[in-house]
Every structure is written in structure tokens, then in C-alpha cells.
């Protein structure tokens, strides 16, 4: 099983928008867009968020997005 799992991650994503307001993520395929896209800026050198000590870049874009340190709007990745 892998944790976090996709309804954990789309949780913390979705848990700031406000009663009413339509979620920041409503599927999977945006999950993975957006830790895709974090690895690949990883790959290309900036800075993680998250202590990387021996981790692959796509399990520090999940952590990162876990922890909230980065945030998906409107399809981009921003950094908190």
C-alpha cells in the first residue's frame, strides 16, 4: 500500500478551500501531474523542502505536498 494514500493527499490539498468553493483537486490524475512535475524540478536542481537523505524525487514531491509545504492551484505548483 502506499502512503500517503491519494485520498489522504488530496485531503490536505482540498483543506483550505471553503465551504462552497469547488476543491483544488478532484482526481487522482492531478495528484499525480503535480508530484510529477515537483520531481522533475527536483531532478533539475531546486532546492526540496523536505530532508532528502537518500529519497528519490518523486517520494520528496509527495512528502512535500503531504506536509503542505507546496500547494497545487489551478494545475501549478506553488511554493509555500
Known sequence: MIHPSYTEIMKVVNS????GEQ?????RYSIVMATSKRARQ???GQE???DLN???PLSAAVEEL???K????NEE????
Do not use: T
Open 66 to 68: 503531504n506536509e503542505g
Open 48 to 50: 526540496a523542502y523536505v
Open 23 to 27: 476543491p483544488v483537486v478532484n482526481s
Open 70 to 73: 507546496i500547494k497545487i492551484l
Open 54 to 56: 537518500g529519497k528519490k
Open 42 to 44: 527536483l531532478i533539475d
Open 77 to 80: 505548483i506553488v511554493e509555500e
Open 16 to 19: 483550505e478551500v471553503e465551504p
